[in-house]
């Protein structure tokens, strides 16, 4: 099987993937713009060969890329990148070279623009907030007046919440407007839910083969805007409706062969237009693995590899899972240097060091939606758990 890999230096722990695929006799072909001697050495060990292009931005030399390889190894089977980025030219390479063992072009808009997304939710019965394309001033107030504030404002092509804000009233909404970007924005009713997501491995008839899930206890939107502590878990065990949402999301999508994450709503309370307290309402997908360490988590939660899952079902279309494997809880804490915490780090690496299994600071350009220094733990129990977070985040009086 001959898998080109397109971006495999970046993030860095894709090495794994790629070591994934060459343990099982992968022929494993790396395309990206970096220098190889800047390559990762178990990337380099991983990778049968490696193209260096100018940069992955030029698609003709990109396409210049496969083209050796084609000539070199014959017929491509897969492209992949796993990468939200490279999504688009992902479906594009596979198109020009005839790889069906993903998405091509023709499933791409659904895929990366959320007012699409609200289409196919809706045509599988499942409900959304109440939406609008960000146009004119005029027809945002008439929505707001409908909707009520707050609202948000979000790219429609984006990913987590980057650029995207709260409007609390008529005077935020105008403001808004008053320097609305150029790129194409949505207007929604704001949704005083909990983020759960559905995490699976896909095999090539759309079956879920690994399916696991977190819960987001602050909100992204909050820890960028509000400087608020990053809180998330992985759980051991995905509630039944979640796995039933995550699995009607699928194949309303037509996903095949892909590691996904999909985010979805859960009402905090009676919302009007909305539903009842504990209903799910799909919030968009993410056609690639969940992103930071998320991945390091998953595996921390089930005692598996998701980079060999992965590998697994583009080899053979299934998984194998140890039966008497143990699963957890897996928290991380991002805390904010802005604040000043009851328990500094050495009271909290001491108190929990039994528990937490990385903790490290975060460069400055990833500290927006993580935190400043950031922890891992592996939990027995959600009471426990929820403890570790509370000692985590107590802020001095």
């Known amino acids: 099987m001959n898998f080109v890999f397109i971006s495999p230096h ?48 030029d698609g003709d030399a990109v396409l210049r890329a496969l083209g050796w390889f084609t000539h070199r190894y014959g017929k491509i089977d897969w492209i992949e990148s796993n990468n939200e980025y490279w999504l688009e ?60 504030y707050p609202l948000i404002a979000k790219p429609d092509v984006g990913v987590g919440a980057n650029d995207t804000h709260r409007i609390r009233d008529e005077g935020e909404l105008r403001a808004f407007f008053s320097r609305l970007p150029l790129r194409p924005y949505l207007l929604e009713q704001y949704v005083d839910g909990e983020i759960c997501s559905y995490d699976a491995v896909i095999g090539p008839k759309g079956e879920p083969l690994y399916e696991t899930g977190n819960i987001t206890l602050v909100s992204v939107m909050d820890v960028v805007n509000e400087k608020t502590e990053s809180v998330y878990m992985i759980v051991p065990e995905l509630a039944p409706d979640v796995k039933e949402l995550g699995r009607r999301t699928v194949k309303a999508f037509g996903v095949i062969n892909r590691l996904t994450h999909f985010e979805f709503f859960r009402l905090r309370r009676d919302q009007e237009g909305l539903g009842r307290k504990g209903d799910l309402l799909g919030l968009e997908v993410n056609m690639r693995p969940s992103g930071g360490f998320t991945p390091d988590m998953i595996n921390y939660a089930g005692s598996v590899d998701i980079h060999r899952l992965w590998a697994d079902m583009v080899c053979r279309g299934r998984v194998e899972l140890d039966p008497h494997r143990r699963t957890y809880f897996c928290v991380f804490v991002g805390r904010q240097d802005v604040h000043t915490y009851a328990h500094p780090h050495f009271d909290l690496t001491r108190e929990w060091g039994h528990r937490v299994v990385f903790h490290d600071r975060m460069p400055e350009a990833l500290t927006g939606a993580m935190g400043n220094q950031i922890y891992l733990a592996q939990c027995l129990s959600r009471e426990e758990a929820d403890a570790f977070v509370a000692y985590a985040c107590r802020r001095e009086a």
């Open 10 to 57: 970046f993030p860095s722990h894709y090495w794994r993937f790629c070591a994934a695929l060459r343990q099982n006799g992968v022929t494993v072909l790396g395309v990206a713009d970096a220098p190889y001697e800047e390559l990762l050495p178990e990337l380099q060990s991983s990778l049968t060969e490696y193209y260096r292009v100018p940069s992955l931005e």
């Open 89 to 148: 030219q992902d479906a594009w390479l596979r198109t020009m070279f005839h790889v069906t063992t993903g998405p091509m072009l023709d499933r791409i808009p659904s895929y990366k623009r959320k007012s699409l997304m609200k289409e196919v939710y809706a045509g599988a019965g499942i409900r959304t907030a109440a939406w609008q394309t960000a146009e004119t001033l005029e027809k945002a107030l008439v929505f707001a007046h409908k909707a009520g």
